[in-house]
């Protein structure tokens, strides 16, 4: 099979190196290629240059998530300390109502039925609407 750096001789009846006529082709050939592997480049190049911006923005848009988690968690604590630090108020007016409720039982019998005649009386005109 010729190749195409490569002629069938007559004469000499074999392929043999062909004339400066394919020099040419060869050397668009040649040619071709460097412009694709330095087309290849410019394209990893650039590539390589996107991803180097894309990790910086998400290291930033990390750090104001991990900042932004931090104030909320801040926070969350802050509002339990207060929860738990008003426990034992909520605990000694709790024992007081049960003392009272204990003390009185017709009075807490009849709070308790007013209590659900008017949480009835809301629900029936919640309903309406």
């Known amino acids: 099979m010729p190749r195409f750096d490569s002629e069938w001789n007559r004469e000499a009846h074999a392929w043999v190196k062909a004339p400066t006529r394919y020099k ?6 040649h040619t071709h290629g460097n412009d694709i592997r330095d087309d290849l480049r410019e394209q990893l190049a650039s590539l390589s240059q996107e991803v180097t911006r894309l990790r910086k923005q998400v290291a930033r848009h990390g750090r104001s ?14 509002m339990l300390r207060d929860y738990y630090g008003s426990l ?7 024992h007081r109502l049960q003392k009272s409720a204990e003390a009185h039982p017709a ?22 609407r």
């Open 24 to 29: 040419g082709f060869s050397a668009m050939h």
């Open 65 to 78: 998530s991990y900042r932004e988690s931090r104030h909320i968690g801040e926070d969350i604590a802050e």
């Open 88 to 94: 034992p108020d909520l605990r000694h007016s709790a």
């Open 107 to 128: 009075t807490t019998a009849a709070i308790a039925a007013a209590g659900v005649i008017v949480l009835g009386c809301a629900a029936s005109l919640l309903m309406r």
